[in-house]
């Protein structure tokens, strides 16, 4: 059996849990101790029984938490070199570090790994897809463009949690500063509302049971835009389209 849940989603923090059998891994930790103590219990998850974080990239939204979850908990931490580096001495009393290079799999006690590179403004960011050896869960944020590995890697996903970081009209009026907005809309930015559809229209979906919009901005998207982009690449209703939210992220999902 394999299910999912966030502890929150968007630039004040993330965390995807991910359980398998007996092994429950965190994918990023941008909360504080005592935030992501609070969020795991809500979850009905001890902090204590995370086996590992997994970390994307090492911006603050997603790594801020690691090192000391870690610390506390005695938890393994696995990360790309480039992110290892970025962090400087952000980890040097964590007792277990793992580097993982993006093209090889790796397993966590019953969860294998595949991590893949995207394009994204961080030293060495990548990218997950979870599996129990026979269903798939794909994680897929801070990505500023598609290219054809990401493709080919989510392609036959049983779930996906998408980034749906803004709409670029409510962007491009925003008042933001125009480097910010290029940054985010750029090609190692964030995914849009529609390059998100576009990847799903790219991919097999037919496994697809499960599809969470993730990482909104609070001020240049609405669920409701990302529902609407993302329900039209795949002919759903809307209503099927979830939606990770900042401070609740979303409950337990089971893939099956």
């Given at each position: 059996?394999?299910?999912?849940?966030?502890?929150?989603?968007?630039?004040?923090?993330?965390?995807?849990?991910?359980?398998?059998e007996t092994t429950r891994v965190l994918a990023d930790c941008g909360f504080s101790?005592?935030?992501?103590?609070?969020?795991?219990?809500?979850?009905?998850?001890?902090?204590?029984?995370?086996?590992?974080?997994?970390?994307?990239?090492e911006h603050d939204d997603h790594i801020c938490g690691v090192a000391r979850f870690a610390r506390k908990f005695n938890v393994p931490v696995w990360l790309t070199y480039?992110?290892?580096?970025?962090?400087?001495?952000?980890?040097?009393?964590?007792?277990?570090?793992?580097?993982?290079?993006?093209?090889?799999?790796?397993?966590?006690?019953?969860?294998?790994?595949?991590?893949?590179?995207?394009?994204?403004?961080?030293?060495?960011?990548?990218?997950?897809?979870?599996?129990?050896?026979?269903?798939?869960?794909?994680?897929?944020?801070?990505?500023?463009?598609?290219?054809?590995?990401?493709?080919?890697?989510?392609?036959?996903?049983?779930?996906?949690?998408?980034?749906?970081?803004?709409?670029?009209?409510?962007?491009?009026?925003?008042?933001?500063?125009?480097?910010?907005?290029?940054?985010?809309?750029?090609?190692?930015?964030?995914?849009?509302?529609?390059?998100?559809?576009?990847?799903?229209?790219?991919?097999?979906?037919?496994?697809?049971?499960?599809?969470?919009?993730?990482?909104?901005?609070?001020?240049?998207?609405?669920?409701?835009?990302?529902?609407?982009?993302?329900?039209?690449?795949?002919?759903?209703?809307?209503?099927?389209?979830?939606?990770?939210?900042?401070?609740?992220?979303?409950?337990?999902?089971?893939?099956?």
């Amino acid at each position: 059996m394999m299910r999912f849940a966030s502890l929150g989603s968007g630039s004040d923090g993330n965390g995807l849990l991910v359980e398998v059998e007996t092994t429950r891994v965190l994918a990023d930790c941008g909360f504080s101790l005592s935030e992501t103590v609070s969020r795991l219990a809500r979850c009905g998850v001890a902090a204590e029984s995370i086996n590992a974080i997994l970390v994307t990239h090492e911006h603050d939204d997603h790594i801020c938490g690691v090192a000391r979850f870690a610390r506390k908990f005695n938890v393994p931490v696995w990360l790309t070199y480039g992110t290892l580096q970025a962090a400087g001495d952000g980890f040097s009393n964590v007792t277990t570090l793992q580097v993982f290079d993006c093209d090889q799999r790796f397993a966590i006690r019953d969860i294998e790994v595949e991590p893949y590179t995207v394009p994204h403004d961080a030293r060495e960011p990548s990218q997950f897809v979870f599996s129990d050896g026979n269903l798939r869960l794909g994680l897929l944020t801070d990505a500023g463009s598609l290219t054809p590995h990401m493709q080919a890697v989510l392609s036959g996903l049983d779930a996906l949690v998408l980034e749906c970081n803004h709409d670029l009209d409510l962007l491009w009026n925003s008042t933001y500063p125009q480097r910010l907005k290029e940054r985010i809309a750029g090609r190692f930015g964030h995914l849009d509302n529609l390059t998100a559809a576009k990847l799903l229209s790219s991919i097999d979906c037919k496994r697809l049971t499960h599809l969470v919009a993730a990482h909104l901005s609070k001020q240049n998207n609405t669920a409701q835009l990302a529902g609407a982009a993302l329900c039209q690449a795949l002919n759903c209703t809307q209503e099927w389209i979830g939606v990770a939210t900042q401070s609740d992220g979303f409950d337990w999902r089971q893939v099956s």
